[in-house]
């Protein structure tokens, strides 16, 4: 499980006119499994993806999928974190360490 932060490096004039792209991103990327949950930072200076990608390597090629990266107008730092207390409702995501 991987959480993404997503930060802007350039006026929001230029996220808005990437915007109806990288959400069509973000779908595509939902529907592939990858994505648990997303969203924008309050305040408004970048966003937030849950990611469940098969490795690291698997989600920087995603990452480098979406046109915000495509275009140089955000930076992305990635924690990888295991899972292992969870809300009722997410317990499908919940790992088991040794």
């Not at 802007?8 to 792209?21: F, Q, S």
């Not at 529907?31 to 969203?39: P, R, Y």
């Not at 955000?74 to 009722?88: D, G, I, N, R, S």
């Amino acid at each position: 499980m991987f959480v993404v932060t997503i930060t802007y490096t350039a006026p929001l004039e230029r996220i808005d006119a990437l915007l109806p792209a990288h959400v069509g991103w973000l779908e595509t990327q939902y529907e592939a499994g990858a994505f648990l949950a997303s969203g924008r930072r309050v305040p408004r200076v970048g966003g937030v993806i849950l990611a469940d990608a098969e490795s690291p390597a698997a989600l920087d090629a995603i990452l480098a999928g979406d046109p915000f990266a495509q275009a140089g107008v955000a930076e992305y730092q990635v924690t990888e974190f295991l899972p292992t207390k969870t809300a009722p409702a997410l317990a499908s995501l919940a790992v088991t360490l040794p």
